[in-house]
Each structure stands twice: as structure tokens, then as C-alpha cells.
């Protein structure tokens, strides 16, 4: 199984070169830290960052630097600053390759719930639902169950919705699940996890195709 640096070090995998990405708050966040030295890659944050770096080391943290989770940051050298207009037109245009995302639910099309809990204070949706709008590459990162046990992986979403079949692949403590139009493909397990205990963690539609390997991180 998992913990969240796993699953940041397996969706860092993903990220290829030249890519321009943007990365969610929570586990997202930590996949700057893993990215492949020997490949280019902008992360942009809709804050109005283009060229984050990893976090820094304790006692080198500068206020000024954050991300759209107000964690603080490094940049890259010619890393450029601007306001929330450009951000977003950047998004909106498209030109961002590679979205990494954050849910609290997913379902079996591919539609996804990360903003809001009914009856629970939230700080606003944030720039999820231009992002998911907008991208055309969407992974998930997320721990498969809820602290409850109940699987996050639903044959329909019972949270407001953020988008509407947006989700390309899904990576959680358990496995690497590709969003098709039949349901949820089994791509990877986890390290010591058995297809089995990850069917039992999944409500929605589960496709296992032959023998699923176990990821490599």
C-alpha cells in the first residue's frame, strides 16, 4: 500500500517532457519533488506561478514564494510571476498539457467531486472547475477509501459535482485505474496489494484484464 509520497512518486511517472503542469493542493503538490531529473517540465500554478520547483528545505522557505495551497515553494531559473488573468488564460486556453488533481470522489465515467462537502465550510472552489474544464489530460490522486472504509472509486458521485467525465486516470493508494467508457481499468497494483482487496475497496465498475502487475515506483 501506499502513503501520499508513494502515490506522488508513481504520478511523477506521468509527467513527460516539455510538459507544462498544473498541479492541485494536497498530494499533487508533491509531485514536483519527483519528476525525473533528466526531462523539462513548467509546473504552473493558477496563482500566478510558471516554473515551480520542489518545496524548500526547512529554514530556506521565502513568504513571498506559494502556491495555489499556500504552501511555500522554490522556483526554477526563469521562473516568471503574473496575476490571475494570465493564469487563467493560460488554462482556459489550453495550454496546459498535464492537470494533477485531488477528489474526494471519482466516478466510473470519469466524473469528479473535489470541492465542496454539504453542511461543511469550504474556502470556494478554487480554479478546479476551469481546470477540469479546460484540460485534456486529468489524473487523480487520492487515497481509494474514505477514513470510513467506503470506497471514493463510485458508479455515480454523491458530492457536488466539479466536472462531468473529465478524469483520465486515477492513482490511489491501492492502484493505477485507467477511466474508459465500460467502468474503471485495473492497470496497476500497489506494492503487496492484491487484485482483490482492490475490488472489495471499489463500488464502481471494476475491468481486470489479464494479470495486473504491481507498480514500480
Not at 52 to 75: H, R, S, V, Y
Not at 108 to 131: Q, R
Not at 141 to 153: P, R
Request: overall charge negative; hydrophobic content about 40%; aromatic content about 6%.
Amino acid at each position: 500500500m501506499l502513503d501520499k509520497i508513494g502515490i506522488a512518486k508513481r504520478i511523477a511517472k506521468e509527467v513527460k517532457n516539455g510538459y507544462y503542469v498544473n498541479l492541485g493542493i494536497g498530494i499533487p503538490t508533491l509531485v514536483a519533488n519527483y519528476v525525473r531529473e533528466d526531462i523539462e517540465v513548467e509546473f504552473q500554478s493558477e496563482n500566478g506561478v510558471l516554473g515551480m520547483g520542489p518545496f524548500p528545505f526547512e529554514g530556506e522557505e521565502d513568504a513571498d514564494l506559494i502556491n495555489a495551497g499556500k504552501q511555500t515553494i522554490t522556483t526554477l531559473d526563469g521562473a516568471s510571476f503574473f496575476d490571475s488573468a494570465t493564469s487563467f488564460s493560460m488554462i482556459r486556453g489550453k495550454h496546459v498539457h498535464l492537470t494533477i488533481l485531488g477528489a474526494m470522489e471519482v466516478s466510473e465515467n470519469g466524473d469528479i467531486a473535489n470541492w465542496k462537502i454539504p453542511g461543511y465550510m469550504v474556502k470556494g472552489m478554487g480554479g478546479a472547475m476551469d481546470l477540469v474544464a479546460s484540460a485534456e489530460n486529468i489524473i487523480v490522486a487520492m487515497m481509494h477509501t474514505n477514513k470510513k472504509g467506503k470506497s471514493k472509486l463510485l458508479k455515480r458521485c454523491s458530492l457536488p459535482l466539479t466536472g462531468v467525465g473529465c478524469v483520465k486516470k486515477i492513482v490511489t493508494n491501492l492502484a493505477v485505474l485507467e477511466v474508459t467508457k465500460e467502468g474503471f481499468k485495473l492497470l496497476e497494483r500497489a506494492p503487496g496489494i492484491s487484485v482483490e482487496t482492490i475490488q472489495q475497496a471499489t463500488e464502481g465498475h471494476l475491468i481486470i484484464e489479464g494479470v495486473v502487475p504491481e507498480m514500480v515506483l
